[in-house]
């Protein structure tokens, strides 16, 4: 009940019987990728449509204040399966960027996570998708089995991109192994300016957006195996048929969508289906998926005891086909400032749905503060588990399922790609401790990576320190929004409260001293 005020942690209480009583519900979590804040038709999104999630929210419940640990993938993905904020992660140096291709395991195994939490109360575990939190033990060599992994975080079972859809080895892994391995022609890393001649993989057209040149030789079947266009289906037809498989037996699946990070290259059903181009087909892709899942639970007879969350792991980014679905008029972050990257809101507040049936009310609204890091929390709420240590996550479980009046988090540390730009927000006041946004800073045409000053050119987001997609000179030397009246970050309050600032500052401080412990 930790962080709790007594009226809500009395309701906490009153629910645990309830859950406890009750058959042990099943959990999916659906983890998008780069899906940003205004990507959904329920979260307003008109150029292109998700009939399937907006049902989901039309269902459940719909949070418009909830926030990815962090606005990078790797770290959003660490604070979600440990419940700990990403700039504790790494021995106290923080975790800011994406694991690179040789990335060992960069979650200890002895850490509780969001799996072990489910195991412990007897549920089968599963992963699909982009895994991205690297694989063994000091530089990974790609050689198996790729352990520890997954399998040593509490997930019975994994499937899916080892890294991202982006980048090397362009195979799947099952557990620890490659699939369609072969000892006689294994993976071999020749690293980022082979002498020899890499593997060849799926051709894609410019439109698709970068995608890095593959570095590993060998496992010729396995590459064949691997076709760009056939990602989102092939791991939504595994994790479909795990969902099916597993009888009366509780279970938790965490499906990692590769939809919409880049590459944007939806199955030939998605192609030219939006009006914002690529980006929008594989937002259509996205939702097919999200369909697919719901169609599985209610024909394996388990959706009514099933709770469905969806999320993403960070905002939307403007590469190329982000870009061209802006000229397009789609709104990827809606009218937030900023976008992945960024530690302004477009970096990592995003599209939060639940959806557990005769539990949480059908199309209802939540403004409660949450972050993706109270998930381990809030899954030991459900299933009627005590954690002696909470580390930064809190129980939301309440915000899930009734109507708290008061806040359940009332401040919250967020991580962007660089350290300087490491933020709190607390109540309404959001405090950045320098200018710009530390993201992304291309602004070139042929630029694979825009963010920071730049974005407000491409969606009309105005910021009293921009001028003409630049920081002005002379703007203040670091950030105060108050986003009760400026969600959007039109106005930085940093010499109009000076008091603020020196407490948000001082509280900044003092986490980074603490964050190794």
Not at 291 to 320: P, R, W
Not at 433 to 454: E, I, L, N, V
Request: hydrophobic residues 35%.
């Amino acid at each position: 009940m930790k962080n709790l005020p007594p009226i809500l942690a009395l309701l906490v209480l009153s629910l645990s019987p309830v859950l406890a009583e009750a058959k042990p519900p099943n959990v999916v979590l659906i983890f998008a990728d780069d899906l940003g804040y205004g990507d959904l038709g329920c979260y307003g999104a008109t150029k292109l449509k998700t009939p399937n999630i907006d049902k989901l929210a039309a269902e459940g419940r719909r949070f418009t204040d909830a926030h990815s640990a962090s606005a990078v993938c790797t770290p959003s993905r660490y604070g979600l399966l440990t419940g700990e904020y990403p700039f504790r992660g790494n021995g106290g140096k923080g975790l800011w960027g994406p694991a690179p291709i040789t990335s060992p395991l960069l979650i200890p195994t002895e850490t509780v996570t969001i799996a072990d939490i489910f195991k412990k109360s007897g549920y089968d575990t599963a992963v699909f998708g982009k895994w991205h939190l690297g694989f063994g033990e000091g530089q990974n060599d790609w050689q198996e089995p790729l352990s520890p992994g997954p399998q040593d975080l509490g997930f019975d079972y994994y499937f899916g991109m080892p890294v991202v859809n982006s980048a090397p080895p362009y195979v799947y892994v099952e557990n620890d192994r490659i699939v369609g391995s072969d000892p006689d022609d294994p993976l071999v890393h020749l690293g980022r300016n082979p002498k020899e001649k890499p593997t060849p993989i799926t051709p894609i057209p410019p439109k698709a957006a970068q995608r890095s040149a593959n570095q590993f030789g060998g496992a010729v079947e396995a590459h064949k195996l691997f076709n760009d266009y056939e990602v989102g289906t092939t791991l939504t037809k595994k994790a479909t048929e795990w969902i099916k498989s597993r009888e009366e037996k509780p279970f938790f699946c965490y499906f990692s969508t590769t939809n919409v990070h880049h590459p944007f290259t939806p199955a030939k059903q998605f192609q030219d289906t939006s009006e914002c181009g690529v980006y929008g087909d594989f937002v259509h892709e996205l939702d097919w998926i999200v369909g697919q899942v719901m169609k599985t639970l209610d024909e394996a007879g388990v959706a009514e005891n099933t709770l469905v969350i969806f999320t993403s792991d960070n905002g939307g980014m403007f590469n190329h086909g982000g870009r061209e679905a802006a000229k397009l008029g789609h709104k990827i972050n809606g009218t937030l400032l900023g976008s992945k990257f960024g530690i302004w809101e477009g970096g990592h507040r995003v599209p939060f749905i639940a959806w557990w049936p005769g539990k949480i009310e059908a199309g209802s609204v939540s403004d409660q503060l949450l972050c993706s890091v109270d998930l381990l929390a809030s899954f030991a709420a459900v299933t009627g588990q005590e954690l002696s240590d909470t580390k930064d996550s809190i129980n939301m479980l309440p915000a899930l399922v009734e109507s708290p009046s008061e806040p359940l988090r009332t401040e919250m540390f967020m991580t962007p790609n660089k350290p300087t730009h490491m933020s709190l927000r607390r109540g309404k006041w959001m405090y950045i401790p320098a200018k710009s946004d530390g993201g992304f800073r291309g602004s070139k045409p042929s630029q694979h990576a825009w963010g920071g000053a730049a974005v407000t050119t491409l969606v009309g987001t105005p910021n009293s320190d921009i001028e003409d997609g630049k920081i002005k000179k002379g703007a203040p030397p670091a950030q105060l929004y108050d986003l009760e009246a400026d969600r959007n970050q039109s106005k930085n309050l940093y010499n109009e409260y000076p008091e603020v600032v020196q407490e948000m500052e001082a509280a900044l401080k003092e986490a980074k001293a603490q964050r190794g412990k």
